[in-house]
């Protein structure tokens, strides 16, 4: 209902864009997507997902039958209010920097039993295959909400991974010669009718960082950090990294530690 | 005495400090290398792998940021002037109206297990996507310059005809590390496809240059 509800908002937003005169059409086409977000934002169905992810939180479940209650997202056990974030972070009981999403997993293995493979295996949405995963993130990103995003990476582990996620950030290839700074390296550029962030400033990187987990309107779904820089690398022509893998991790790691002090807005809702 | 010495250390320091930015990933960069070719499964098709492979170009532009020193970027350019391979024919100029598709077409060589292009997916040089060129198109990117009235602009010269060809088989023979894609080193379009596109940027019939 209420996707039926955006969708028809979507349909009229974007054909009042196109209608506009040529004249002064790149601010006219600017005001209308403004227009086009700040009505999205009247209602975001990732609200369905986080309910649903609070369920998913307390319900005992898995193996082990137990609740993901007692998950330490890295303030503590159970203690969920700004822990996304402050994610990825270093978490000295698996000697690794983690992601939200890779520490939820870790949780819902280690507390409830579940195999990785198992527990992974719908790490994001298809049509009509719902994932608990989408629906537990936007929960614990949600508990964020207003909250300043700060990862200052001051352990070596994460200071590291901070600087690996620099490196990949530039590191062109494939058949089209991209790196992520080709789109997201300076300010005030636009693919198509796309503007892009400059992800390289703290303005920037917190445009972008602050509104994860965020509904995409255009899919259905809710995407996660994880799906979301998954899919960068698929625009770019590149394979697909695996899902968690350590790449994806860093590169969080180097955007969420460029956005530090920005505040969240999250779930957020996009085109 | 003390102090003007410890100002101009200090002063040179932060010269040297801005005039050798550190490389991205820093002391890093060979992990992190390691580290993204981990990310991926072992398994995927070959020539997935093969796109992640870096020649000299990508290499070195990753380590500048993207903007080489002019020796280093004098040095690149060559190397890429040396890819350029022309059609048997020899004919430069082709259809604009194929080119007005291959500038519009966004899809084709995505790959991967979420959402890969099906085969046979039509791939075009989506030239919209940074570059303004026909008035009547609205949705255009800015990364790249406005190319409207190109043709009409620069002229119909066989010296601008090669010029528009050569930089859109291989840009960065003529600025190292620029953002536009090198479309015929990749093979992304044929030399008959980048043809089209000379004709859609340079033809006086082409939309580019009416109005």
């Not at chain 1, 994860?212 to 960068?232: E, F, H, K, N």
């Not at chain 2, 519009?104 to 030239?127: K, L």
Request: glycine share 10%.
């Amino acid at each position: 209902m209420i996707q039926r509800f955006v969708r028809t908002l979507l349909g009229a937003a974007v054909a009042t864009a196109l209608i506009g005169s040529a004249a002064a059409q790149d601010s006219k086409v600017a005001d209308e997507l403004a227009k086009y977000r700040e009505a999205l934002a009247d209602g975001n169905p990732a609200d369905l997902f986080e309910v649903k992810g609070e369920g998913l939180w307390t319900e005992k479940r898995g193996p082990k039958n137990a609740s993901l209650e007692q998950c330490d997202m890295g303030l503590g056990p159970g203690k969920l209010d700004g822990a996304y974030a402050q994610l990825p972070k270093y978490f000295k009981d698996t000697n690794k920097v983690m992601d939200a999403e890779s520490r939820l997993v870790h949780c819902m293995v280690t507390l409830q039993g579940f195999k990785p493979e198992e527990v992974t295996k719908q790490w994001y949405s298809k049509p009509g295959k719902e994932s608990d995963i989408e629906a537990l993130i936007t929960f614990i990103g949600a508990k964020s909400n207003g909250k300043p995003i700060n990862v200052p990476a001051t352990h070596p582990e994460e200071a590291k991974m901070a600087k690996m996620g620099e490196y990949i950030f530039y590191r062109r290839s494939g058949p089209q010669d991209f790196s992520c700074s080709i789109c997201h390296g300076q300010e005030g550029k636009r693919i198509r009718l796309q503007d892009l962030g400059n992800l390289t400033t703290k303005e920037g990187a917190g445009f972008a960082m602050k509104t994860w987990p965020s509904y995409r309107v255009s899919q259905g779904a809710v995407w996660t950090m994880q799906r979301r820089l998954i899919d960068c690398m698929r625009q770019a022509r590149w394979p697909e990294p695996n899902y968690l893998a350590d790449s994806v991790i860093a590169l969080e790691t180097f955007l969420q530690k460029t956005a530090t002090g920005t505040v969240m807005e999250t779930p957020g809702i996009k085109r | 005495m003390k102090l003007k010495i410890a100002l101009f250390g200090l002063l040179a320091a932060a010269v040297t400090g801005s005039a050798l930015a550190e490389a991205p990933g820093g002391k890093f960069a060979r992990d992190a290398e390691q580290m993204f070719r981990a990310s991926f499964k072992a398994e995927n098709p070959k020539y997935w792998m093969s796109r992640l492979d870096q020649d000299e170009t990508m290499k070195t532009c990753g380590e500048y940021r993207d903007n080489p020193p002019r020796k280093v970027g004098e040095k690149l350019e060559k190397l890429n002037a040396a890819t350029i391979r022309y059609p048997v024919d020899g004919k430069l100029i082709g259809d604009w109206k194929e080119g007005e598709k291959l500038a519009a077409v966004g899809t084709g060589g995505h790959i991967g297990f979420i959402q890969p292009d099906p085969a046979g997916r039509v791939r075009g040089g989506n030239c919209y996507a940074c570059h303004e060129l026909a008035k009547k198109e609205l949705a255009y990117g800015t990364i790249g310059p406005s190319l409207k009235q190109f043709g009409k602009v620069r002229g119909g010269s066989e010296e601008n005809i090669k010029y528009v060809y050569d930089k859109i088989y291989n840009s960065n023979a003529f600025t190292a590390c620029t953002n536009m894609p090198r479309f015929g080193l990749h093979n992304w379009l044929t030399p008959e496809q980048i043809t089209h596109i000379v004709a859609f940027l340079i033809d006086p019939e082409s939309p580019v240059n009416k109005d």
